[in-house]
């Protein structure tokens, strides 16, 4: 059963710094991970999916790596700023019709 | 963007009623889903539906709850008697054919059951 972990489960940064939010998952046979943002209350927001033929995707100031033999993947939001407080999901997918296994995220404030 | 929509935003009802999520996919994308999520929880797999029938479903799809794609474009969640532990944001997906493609995700009904 595909399993998904992330740390720091939340984290609080001064605006400007760089956010590194970390994904694991269990079961590396996976053709691609999807990172969301999800405000309070709100919907998911598609943010990157990455390709298992991939190594990383780049969007903006934001940047996702993908090791998929060790399970893991990073979300890297360069110069934070007080709109990116979110928080962010990893998402991969899980079981023969694809559905998805979720992180419980990573909740991110950044002060102003 | 092509976007997923979901009517209503919020509802509340009695327990034990039924309720009705409704669904408006990507018009070219032809695989389903209902997830939900309990406040402060993982978001969840309910279903997926493909080819106008449930390809799979979750142990927490039981009978009280039913999907159904009644015209070539909505896409429901019927809960036949809503208890208090259905109190959750309920989000609907959809994708394209490939596999490759990502997902993507309506704005939520949130559900609360008095």
């Known amino acids: 059963k595909q399993e998904v972990t992330q740390i720091p489960a939340a984290l609080s940064v001064p605006e400007g710094e760089n956010l590194v939010l970390n994904c694991s998952f269990t079961d590396s046979a996976i053709y691609n991970l999807q990172w969301f943002r999800q405000d309070p209350g709100k919907g998911l927001t598609s943010l990157l999916l990455?390709?298992?033929?991939?190594r990383e995707q780049t969007s903006g100031r934001l940047n996702a790596s993908l090791d998929k033999s060790s399970g893991r993947s990073t979300l890297y939001i360069a110069a934070s700023q007080p709109g990116d407080s979110a928080t962010y999901l990893c998402a991969v997918p899980a079981g023969g019709n694809n559905r998805l296994a979720f992180g419980k995220g990573n909740q991110v404030v950044v002060i102003p | 963007e092509p976007e997923v929509t979901q009517t209503p935003s919020h509802q509340v009802t009695q327990m034990g009623q039924e309720v009705i999520l409704r669904c408006v996919p990507i018009?070219?994308?032809?695989?389903f889903y209902w997830y939900r999520q309990i406040l402060g929880q993982k978001v969840e797999f309910l279903v997926s539906f493909y080819n106008n029938e449930i390809s799979e479903k979750s142990e927490i799809f039981d009978d009280q709850f039913s999907v159904e794609r009644p015209d070539g474009s909505n896409f429901t969640l019927k809960i036949r008697s809503t208890k208090l532990e259905d109190s959750a944001m309920y989000f609907c997906?959809?994708?394209?054919?490939?596999?490759?493609?990502?997902?993507?995700f309506g704005s939520g009904t949130r559900l609360t059951v008095v």
């Open positions: 018009s070219n994308h032809l695989y």
């Open positions: 997906a959809s994708r394209g054919e490939v596999q490759g493609y990502g997902y993507t």
């Open positions: 990455i390709q298992s033929s991939q």
